[in-house]
C-alpha cells in the first residue's frame, strides 16, 4: 500500500499542538438536549489551555462529558480516525453512558499506515461491537494529501462503505476538497443506508443534491465563521430532519473564539448560530437535531 505523504500533511496531534489560547468561558445552555454528533475527546483532553473541567476531581473524560451535559449538550459521538483512537473511542463507549463510538480510519492516515488491509481488519472488528454505532470518519481529503496517497485514501473509502453495509451502521464522511469524488465513489459502490457529512462544507447546490439523496448534513462551528457564506446558505435549504451539529473538537471552534481550543460543552453556540442562519426556534431546532441524532446512532 502508498505510505508516502507530502510535506504539507502532518498528523491531527500534530495540528492539535499547534493551537494556542484557552478554552472558551462555558456558554448559555440550550433550551432543550442537544448532541455533539462528532467529537475527539482523546484529543481534547490533549490540549493546553485551562479547560472548564480542569479543577474537577476524578475521571478527566467524565469530567468534560459533565461540563457539556450542564449546558445541554448531554450525548456525545467520539470518533476515531486510526486503530488506536477507534479502540479508545470504542472502550470509552463501553464505560461511559453518555459517549458513543465510531471507528475508521481517516482518509489522511490511510496512506501512513504500513499495512493498510491489517488497519482495515481491526476496524470491522470494532464495527461489531454493540456500542460503535457509525463507521467514520472516512472518505476524502484532497487538501492534505498529495496525489501520491490518493490511491490508498480511494481504497479505504471504499472498504470502509462495505464495513458500514455489512454491518448496517451509518457512514460518517470527511470531505475536504472532494465532492464530486465522493459522490461519485458513494454511487459507485452503493451508499449505505444511512449517511452523514461530517463537518459539511459545500455550497448550497452541493447541499441540495446531498438531501436529494437522503443524506445527513453535520454543521461545525465553521458555520459561524465571518467569511462563511455560502455554507449558512447550504443550512438554509437543508430541512431540520437532515441536519447535525458538531464540534469536531478540538477543532473548529465557533465565533467569537475561532482558533481557540473547542469542547463539547461549545456546541450551544453553533447551534444558536444555526438556529440564527436558518430562523428556526432553537428548541425545535435542538429537538430536531436530537431526534436525528438517535434515528442515526440509536439510543445511548
Not at 70 to 85: I, N
Not at 198 to 226: I, N, W
Request: hydrophobic share 40%; glycine share 8%.
Amino acid at each position: 500500500m502508498l505510505a508516502a505523504m507530502t510535506e504539507q500533511t502532518e498528523s491531527r496531534r500534530q495540528r492539535a499542538a499547534r493551537r494556542a489560547g484557552e478554552f472558551p468561558p462555558i456558554p448559555e445552555p440550550v433550551p432543550q438536549p442537544v448532541i455533539d454528533s462528532h467529537t475527539h475527546l482523546d484529543l481534547t483532553l490533549a490540549e493546553d489551555g485551562a479547560p472548564p473541567w480542569a479543577d474537577r476531581p476524578g475521571d478527566p473524560v467524565a469530567a468534560a462529558v459533565a461540563v457539556a451535559a450542564e449546558v445541554g449538550v448531554d450525548r456525545l459521538v467520539q470518533v476515531g480516525v486510526d486503530v488506536a483512537s477507534s479502540r479508545w473511542g470504542a472502550d470509552l463507549a463501553r464505560r461511559q453512558p453518555a459517549v458513543v463510538a465510531t471507528v475508521a480510519l481517516h482518509p489522511n492516515e490511510a496512506p501512513r499506515v504500513a499495512d493498510l488491509d491489517e488497519a482495515l481488519r481491526e476496524i470491522e472488528a470494532l464495527a461489531a461491537e454493540d456500542r460503535v454505532r457509525g463507521i467514520g470518519e472516512t472518505g476524502l481529503d484532497t487538501f492534505r494529501t498529495g496525489e501520491e496517497g490518493r490511491a490508498a485514501q480511494e481504497t479505504s473509502f471504499r472498504a470502509h462503505i462495505a464495513i458500514a453495509k455489512r454491518y448496517g451502521k451509518p457512514l460518517v464522511i470527511h470531505d475536504r476538497d472532494a465532492h464530486a469524488d465522493v459522490l461519485r465513489i458513494l454511487d459507485e459502490e452503493g451508499a449505505p443506508e444511512t449517511v452523514v457529512l461530517h463537518c459539511f462544507s459545500g455550497d448550497a447546490e452541493f447541499a441540495a443534491e446531498c438531501v436529494r439523496r437522503g443524506y445527513v448534513l453535520s454543521f461545525a462551528g465553521t458555520v459561524s465563521f465571518r467569511n462563511a457564506g455560502a455554507l449558512r446558505e447550504a443550512a438554509r435549504v437543508t430541512p431540520l430532519d437532515q441536519i447535525l451539529v458538531e464540534t469536531d473538537a478540538p477543532y473548529l471552534t465557533p465565533t467569537p473564539y475561532r482558533g481557540r481550543p473547542n469542547a463539547s460543552y461549545l456546541i450551544p453556540l453553533t447551534v444558536r448560530s444555526l438556529a440564527e442562519t436558518t430562523g428556526a426556534d432553537l428548541a425545535t431546532l435542538c429537538a430536531a437535531i436530537s431526534a436525528t441524532g438517535e434515528r442515526i446512532f440509536g439510543p445511548w
